[in-house]
Nanobody, 121 residues
Framework: VQLQASGGGLVQAGGSLRLSCAAS????????MGWFRQAPGKEREFVAR????????YYADSVEGRFTISRDNAKNTVYLTMNSLKPEDTAVYYC???????????????WGQGTQVTVSS
C-alpha cells in the first residue's frame, strides 16, 4: 500500500488543522493506521492509531483530548483532526499502516512521506 499525507501547514497556537492520508490499493481496510510525528532533533513518536474497522482509537497522552483520529475505508483515507494546537506539536507528521495495534513505529510496514505542521506561539 502507498500512503500520501497532506494537510499540514502553519497555524497559530490554539488553532486547528486536519491531516489526511490517502492510501492506494484495495487492502487499506486490512491495516491498522497510525500517525507519528518527528520534531527536529527528536525521535519519531507515536501520536494516534485506529483499528481496521475504525474502532478503538488510541492516543498518546500528549494529544489525548485534543486530537482525533478517524478513517473512511470507502475513501481509503485516514484523518487526524488536531485542535488546540500548541507550539510543541510542531513536527513532521507521518501516517503509517501496520498489521496490528501498536504504538511502536517499527511495527508499521508502510509510511507516507510526511507533512509539516508548524504551530507558532
Amino acid at each position: 500500500v502507498q500512503l500520501q499525507a497532506s494537510g499540514g501547514g502553519l497555524v497559530q497556537a490554539g488553532g486547528s488543522l486536519r491531516l489526511s492520508c490517502a492510501a492506494s490499493g484495495r487492502t487499506f481496510s486490512s491495516y491498522v493506521m497510525g500517525w507519528f510525528r518527528q520534531a527536529p532533533g527528536k525521535e519519531r513518536e507515536f501520536v494516534a492509531r485506529i483499528t481496521q474497522s475504525g474502532s478503538y482509537p488510541y492516543y498518546a497522552d500528549s494529544v489525548e483530548g485534543r486530537f482525533t483520529i478517524s478513517r473512511d475505508n470507502a475513501k481509503n483515507t485516514v484523518y487526524l483532526t488536531m485542535n488546540s494546537l500548541k507550539p510543541e506539536d510542531t513536527a513532521v507528521y507521518y501516517c503509517a499502516a501496520g498489521p496490528y495495534r501498536s504504538s511502536t513505529y517499527s511495527v508499521y510496514d508502510y509510511w507516507g512521506q510526511g507533512t509539516q505542521v508548524t504551530v507558532s506561539s
